[in-house]
């Protein structure tokens, strides 16, 4: 299955910064899905995306579909140390029936 | 509570045997999906069953099997095929057929091998 290129792979910051990381494909896609993974669980969907430009908030976390269809971004607001955890997104592309191409996911480090 | 359960949470496997990970789900979903979780790794697709009684094999069926006897239920079973069983396994559902594919992920069952 397709790889999405997630970057930076890790990143230690400051609480009370902002954060932003992104997802890249070579291909589009029709969704795009970001994901939390708290050590030991399964990861937990936070923000869903389903047309391009798309720019939807949940609660501190923003996310944007790409207008190229090939990207999207999260950014985190204000961090708090129960941030801390690895962030991945995760595409849909048109014609993959029921297939997610998955981003390897960034390691959020929150320093209080 | 809709959601979806894994169990058990740790599992043993001792050579030569095989073993039986549950997933059950009460979402009403259609599309079922199980994954194997390595460190460093991205996700990658074992089986997956986009309705009753049918399945299909994703990029790393090897050494596993499932069924798909029970819309809400999803069992995947580690056979000593599997050479190197010792992983993360999540599984996931979701409505199925749908342009805008979203899945929903149990908490995981962690297999190590004895």
């Known amino acids: 299955g397709q790889q999405l290129n997630q970057s930076p792979q890790s990143m230690f910051i400051q609480e009370g910064e902002d954060v932003s990381m992104n997802c890249t494909s070579s291909s589009i896609f029709n969704t795009w899905l970001w994901y939390k993974q708290d050590p030991g669980e399964g990861p937990v969907l936070l923000i869903a995306?389903?047309?391009?430009?798309e720019l939807t908030s949940n609660g501190r976390l923003t996310a944007q579909f790409g207008i190229t269809r090939k990207d999207s971004f999260l950014n985190i607001s204000a961090s708090i140390p129960s941030d801390v955890g690895i962030y991945f997104c995760?595409?849909?592309?048109?014609?993959?029936?029921?297939?997610?191409?998955f981003g390897k996911g960034n390691q959020v480090v929150v320093i209080p | 509570d809709g959601g979806i359960t894994q169990s058990p949470k740790y599992l043993f496997r001792k050579e030569g045997q095989n073993v039986t990970l549950s997933c059950e789900q009460n979402?009403?979903?259609?599309?079922m999906y199980w994954y194997r979780q390595d460190p460093g790794q991205g996700l990658r697709l074992i089986y997956y069953?986009?309705?009753?009684?049918?399945?299909q094999k994703g990029d790393i069926a090897e050494g596993y099997s499932v069924s798909r006897e029970k819309k809400e239920s999803f069992p995947l079973t580690v056979t000593s095929a599997q050479k190197n069983p010792t992983a993360f396994y999540l599984c996931?559902?979701?409505?199925?057929?749908?342009?805008?594919?979203?899945?929903?992920f149990g908490p995981g069952t962690r297999l190590l091998v004895l």
């Open positions: 995760a595409g849909h592309r048109r014609g993959d029936v029921n297939r997610l191409a």
């Open positions: 069953s986009q309705i009753v009684n049918d399945f």
């Open positions: 995306l389903y047309k391009a430009g």
């Open positions: 979402l009403n979903h259609d599309a």
């Open positions: 996931a559902s979701s409505i199925g057929r749908t342009l805008q594919e979203t899945q929903y």
